[in-house]
C-alpha cells in the first residue's frame, strides 16, 4: 500500500506499483485501456463460454484484484462478479477479466483521496439489485459511506437469502448498510 501526500489537497491512498506489477506480470503494461471497468453489454453467467483448461491462472488473477479492491472501490463490483465463477470460470470470464486490466492500465494511480478540507458529515448511499443474480435469483446489496468526502467504507455483497420482492430486498440492504454504521 502507498500513501502519496498530494500536498494541499491532502492524502491519496493508492496501490500504483501494484497495478503496474500486475500489468507486467499478466503483459497487459503495452495494451490499449478502456474507460470502463466492465463492458456494460456483458451478461456474466456460469453458463456462457468454454471452460478454461487450467483455471488457475483466472484464479490468481482474481485473488490479486480483490487485494487491490483494498483501495480500488471503483473494480469492486466488477471483482466481486467476476469471483462468482472461480470455481468453473470459461474463456467469457477471463475475457472480461482482460478487459478489467485494461480499464487498470489507464487508471493505475487511482485511489482514495482524503481531502485536507473535508467537512466531518457521514452521508451514505445504498442501493440493491433484485434478484439480479441469474442463477441463484438472490439480490446484491451496494452501499457507500462518505465521511465528508473521503470514501470511508463501501460494500458489494450477495445477500443470504432470496427475497420474494424489492422491498424485501431493500429491507436486507439498509439492515446491512446501517449495521455497517453501527
Not at 474507460?35 to 471452460?51: K, Q, V
Not at 491462472?57 to 483494498?70: D, E, H, M
Not at 429491507?171 to 446501517?178: F, G, Q, R, V, W
Request: hydrophobic content about 35%.
Amino acid at each position: 500500500m502507498e500513501f502519496v501526500r498530494i500536498c494541499s489537497k491532502g492524502i491519496n491512498l493508492c496501490q500504483q506499483k501494484y497495478v503496474l506489477q500486475l500489468l507486467s506480470d499478466t503483459g497487459f503494461l503495452a495494451s490499449m485501456p478502456t474507460s470502463l471497468p466492465m463492458d456494460p453489454n456483458n451478461n456474466l453467467n456460469a453458463e456462457i463460454g468454454d471452460l478454461l483448461p487450467d483455471p488457475s491462472l483466472y484464479r490468481r488473477l482474481i485473488g490479486k484484484l480483490l487485494y487491490l479492491t483494498i483501495s480500488r472501490p471503483d473494480i469492486t463490483y466488477v471483482v466481486h462478479k467476476l469471483s462468482q465463477f472461480m470455481q468453473s470460470p470459461t474463456n467469457i470470464h477471463l475475457k472480461a477479466v482482460h478487459h478489467l486490466l485494461q480499464y487498470l492500465k489507464g487508471t493505475p494511480g487511482q485511489g482514495i483521496l482524503f481531502p485536507a478540507n473535508s467537512t466531518l458529515q457521514l452521508t451514505v448511499y445504498y442501493d440493491v439489485d433484485w434478484a439480479g443474480c441469474l442463477s441463484t435469483r438472490r439480490s446484491t446489496t451496494h452501499f457507500v459511506i462518505f465521511l465528508g468526502q473521503s470514501l470511508l467504507s463501501w460494500r458489494s455483497k450477495r445477500q443470504n437469502t432470496v427475497s420474494k420482492s424489492s422491498t424485501e430486498a431493500e429491507n436486507h440492504s439498509i439492515l446491512a448498510t446501517s449495521s455497517e454504521l453501527v
